[in-house]
């Protein structure tokens, strides 16, 4: 037999016909609606979108403004699994980020984890061309660091880490 949270328990009726309401359950402080907080799907949707734009305008940017690479086929395999790692590193971050997107987020939020990790995607494809590394770097990196910076600043982040998940006991 499953276990049952404090969420999931019966409130006893009160007298003279009205239910009670459990003291968990009345509004505190900011509801997310009260935040101008957007559903989980529309977050994941415009997260997903800036990630695209932004590895469209690194690939737009690269091929416009990198000149080919003159580096030797061992130093490019390195570099390239340089790469591969960052991308690594991107994928848990977005991960991370879509996971937090089920619940509802306010639209600053979701500006600065779109701007995060589409800056960070177009410096991915900015990097594969193995060329202007610095400059690749500091973009991927700085988009990781605005999308923690965002995440510390996101009031509804403990909410949504505390809200029970599907299928958990």
């Known amino acids: 037999m499953a276990r049952q949270g404090t969420d999931e328990q019966a409130t006893p009726a009160v007298p003279g016909g009205t239910a009670a309401v459990p003291l968990h359950a009345a509004p505190r402080g900011r509801t997310p609606s009260a935040l101008g907080a957007l559903p989980g799907v529309a977050g994941g949707a415009v997260v997903t979108a800036s990630v695209a734009l932004g590895a469209g305008l690194g690939a737009v940017a690269a ?4 000149a080919p690479a003159g580096a030797d086929a061992a130093l490019a395999n390195l570099l390239h699994a340089m790469v591969g790692i960052k991308a690594l590193v991107f994928a848990a971050a977005t991960a991370l980020v879509l996971l937090r997107l089920r619940a ?4 600053a939020s979701l500006a ?4 995060g ?3 960070s995607a177009g ?3 900015w990097l594969w061309g193995l060329s ?3 400059v690749g770097s500091a973009l991927f990196y700085g988009g990781l660091v ?3 910076l965002t995440a510390g600043r996101d009031r509804l982040l403990a909410a949504a880490v505390k ?3 599907p299928g958990s006991a």
């Open 123 to 125: 410096a991915l494809v």
């Open 146 to 148: 605005l999308t923690y």
């Open 163 to 165: 809200r029970k998940r």
């Open 112 to 115: 600065g984890y779109g701007a």
């Open 104 to 107: 509802p987020a306010t639209a």
């Open 117 to 119: 990790l589409g800056l």
């Open 63 to 66: 091929l416009m403004l990198q």
């Open 132 to 134: 202007g590394l610095l």
